[in-house]
C-alpha cells in the first residue's frame, strides 16, 4: 500500500519544492521519498515511490494531478480507434526513471530492507484510461466494455504489454517484490471480474514470476471474489478491510500468504485501540503465512505517530514463525 506521502512533512517540504509527476520523474527524489517510511516509521520494506498511471503518461496520455482532484488524464480512450493512439511502449526508456529509482535504493537501503515495486493491473489502467479520473461507477468502462468488447480487449492487452515491461524492468533493476495494483476490479460483477479483470492480471503474473521474487495482487472490494483472485497465480494477496482475514481463510485456505488488512481509518484513533485492532487482525489471520500491512493506502490526515505506533504495535504483537 501507499506508505509514504502527504501524511509526512518531510515529504510534503519537497513537494513544495516540485509537482508530484516531476518527483516521479526525478530518480534522486523519488528514492529519498521512498526511504523516509523507513526512517520515520521503521517499516520492513520501501516502495519506490512512483504511480501506477505513469505508463498512460508514456504511451502518449495527457497525465496530470490536480489538488483536491487526484489524477486527470484529459484524452480519455473510448473507442477502439482510441485505443490505436497509444504509443509503443519501452518501460527502461519512457519510464526509464523508475527502475534508475530502484537501482539508487538497492545501493543505498539494499542491505537494510527490500525494495518493492508495482504496478496497476489492465482493468484498473483501463478505468483510468476510459473514465479520465477517478470515478464512483465506472460508466464509461462499462459502456465500452458492453458496447465494443473487441476494442475494449485490443485495450486490456496493450495494457498487459506495457504492465508486464514495466515490472520486469523493476524486477532486472533489483525489486526484491512487486505489486499488482487491480484497485476497481472489486467494482465489477463475479463474471465480469472471470472475463475481464482475471485473465489480463493472470497473463501480466504468469510473464513477471520468477524464482526468489514474489507478486502479491490487491483487489479494493476483494470479498465475494476471493476464490476466483486465488487463481491469479500471485504469491500473496492484498486483502482490503471489509472482510475478516478469518473469512478470507475459510476460502482460500491456511497456506495461502495474506497481505493486510487494517482499516487505515483506525490510525485516527488512539493508541490503545490501535493495539486491539491489530491483534484482532493477527488473531483473524491465525498461523496462516501473513505480511502485516493496511487494506489500502494511508490517508494524508493520518497524524504520522499513530502510523509509527502501529509500526511497533505490529512488532511487538505478531509472533514470528521461523518457518515461514
Ligand atoms: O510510497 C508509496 O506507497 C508508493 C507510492 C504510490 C503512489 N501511488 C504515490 C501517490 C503507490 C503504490 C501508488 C499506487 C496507486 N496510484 C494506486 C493503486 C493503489 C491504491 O491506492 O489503490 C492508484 C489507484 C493510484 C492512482 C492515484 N494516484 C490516485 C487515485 C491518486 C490521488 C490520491 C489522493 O489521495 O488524492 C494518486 C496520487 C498519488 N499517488 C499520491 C501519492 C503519494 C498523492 C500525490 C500528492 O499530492 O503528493
Request: with cysteine; proline share 6%; glycine share 8%.
Amino acid at each position: 500500500m501507499r506508505q509514504a506521502g502527504r501524511y509526512l512533512p518531510e515529504y510534503q517540504a519537497i513537494r513544495r519544492e516540485m509537482s508530484f509527476l516531476e518527483l516521479c520523474h526525478t530518480p534522486e527524489k523519488a528514492a529519498e521519498v521512498s526511504i523516509q517510511p523507513l526512517d520515520i516509521l521503521g517499516v520492513d520494506g520501501v516502495i519506490v515511490f512512483c504511480d501506477i498511471l505513469v505508463p498512460l503518461e508514456a504511451m502518449g496520455m495527457d497525465l496530470r494531478f490536480e489538488t483536491g482532484k487526484g489524477p486527470v488524464l484529459s484524452d480519455p480512450i473510448r473507442t477502439g480507434s482510441d485505443v490505436k493512439r497509444l504509443k509503443a511502449y519501452d518501460a527502461n526508456v519512457e519510464t526509464g526513471y523508475l527502475p534508475a529509482a530502484i537501482r539508487m535504493l538497492v545501493n543505498e537501503v539494499g542491505h537494510r530492507a527490500p525494495i518493492i515495486g508495482f504496478a496497476g493491473a489492465p482493468y484498473t489502467l483501463a478505468c483510468y484510461a476510459i473514465e479520465g479520473q477517478t470515478s464512483r461507477h465506472y460508466g464509461s468502462t462499462k459502456q465500452f466494455m458492453m458496447a465494443d468488447p473487441v476494442g475494449f480487449e485490443a485495450l486490456l492487452t496493450r495494457l498487459v504489454d506495457a504492465v508486464a515491461d514495466l515490472l520486469t524492468a523493476q524486477i532486472e533493476a533489483g525489486a526484491s517484490m512487486v505489486q499488482l495494483f487491480d484497485t476497481w476490479a472489486g467494482d465489477l460483477m463475479p463474471d465480469q471480474y472471470r472475463q475481464w479483470a482475471l485473465p489480463f492480471a493472470q497473463r501480466v503474473i504468469e510473464r513477471v514470476r520468477r524464482p526468489g521474487v514474489p507478486v502479491v495482487y490487491f483487489l479494493n472490494g476483494v470479498a465475494g471474489k476471493l476464490a476466483d483472485v486465488n487463481q491469479a497465480g500471485a504469491d500473496v494477496l492484498g486483502i482490503d478491510w471489509r472482510i475478516g482475514l478469518d473469512d478470507v481463510r475459510s476460502i482460500v485456505g491456511n497456506n495461502a500468504v495474506l497481505q493486510g488488512n487494517l482499516d487505515p481509518c483506525t490510525l485516527y484513533a488512539p493508541e490503545e485501540v490501535i493495539d486491539q485492532r491489530v491483534q484482532a487482525v493477527l488473531d483473524a489471520n491465525g498461523t496462516g503465512p501473513h505480511v502485516f500491512n493496511l487494506g489500502h493506502g494511508i490517508l494524508p490526515t493520518i497524524p504520522v505517530k499513530h502510523a509509527q505506533h502501529l509500526v511497533s504495535a505490529v512488532k511487538r504483537l505478531s509472533v514470528k514463525n521461523p518457518d515461514v
